[in-house]
Nanobody, 116 residues
Framework: QVQLVESGGGLVQFGGSLRLSCAAS???????????MGWYRQAPGKQRELVAT?????STTYAALAKDRFTIFRDKNTVYLQMNSLKPEDTAVYYC?????????WGIGTLVTVSS
């Protein structure tokens, strides 16, 4: 099994910054590594949506909502999301996802609230 633990969420003012972290652990990682890690978010009353992903080779993909404001980066089994110029519409629960041998693993999420 793989466990994902997110941290770094909280309350921030409009235009502020936050850095989210997600650390993956588990004995299964010694057998096969995680391939892609990523961040998704779900705002109240909305579906979960992609924010950004990063592969083991550090190739990144960003949703339009994240371009020019968010940066995803990774250090082995920990993935980070640096969020700048935050807006109230960025308020959501942010979830970490890891893909390993075709299996998706999710964290429990961390709440980001941006006040206007």
């Amino acid at each position: 099994q793989v466990q994902l633990v997110e941290s770094g969420g909280g309350l921030v003012q409009f235009g502020g910054s936050l850095r989210l972290s997600c650390a993956a652990s588990g004995s299964a990682l010694s057998v096969a590594p995680i391939n892609t890690m990523g961040w998704y978010r779900q705002a109240p009353g909305k579906q979960r949506e992609l924010v950004a992903t990063i592969t083991g080779g550090s190739s990144t993909t960003y949703a339009a909502l994240a371009k020019d404001r968010f940066t995803i980066f990774r250090d082995k089994n920990t993935v980070y999301l640096q969020m700048n110029s935050l807006k109230p519409e960025d308020t959501a629960v942010y979830y970490c996802k890891a893909v390993r041998i075709g299996v998706n693993y999710w964290g429990i999420g961390t709440l980001v609230t941006v006040s206007s």
